[in-house]
């Protein structure tokens, strides 16, 4: 079934855009017209208008790439991220500890987002 979705245009189109698919993506071809809805929420997150900067929405998409495993992901926000921040040792330190000397409202995100990860590992340990 996979093969039949990445002839589709949207298969096609993310190919071409980014080289390969996400596991995500291998996921939601078996429900096609979920990847629609998927990439409209992408793009609200991403480009709309906000009080966080896009360096920001793409460092927290990295710290959630991250705790997802998603290597795929990693690599598309950390890209654009570097955009941003044209420091990829940086974006490297990101990733491995979200330890990092930056904007105090940026280093706010990341504290929220530690919280969030606890929060979801206490849930789940108590779930066990």
Known sequence: MLGEWLITPIGLEIIEKRGKIAE???IQSLRPESIVKHMYLYLEIIFSKSELSR?????MAVVVSVNNDCEYCQLHHGEALNHYWKEKEKISLLKNNYILKIHKNS????EMIKKVKKFIFYNETRMQ
């Open 107 to 110: 280093q706010k995100i990341l």
């Open 55 to 59: 360096a920001e929405r793409e460092m």
């Open 24 to 26: 995500v993506h291998k």
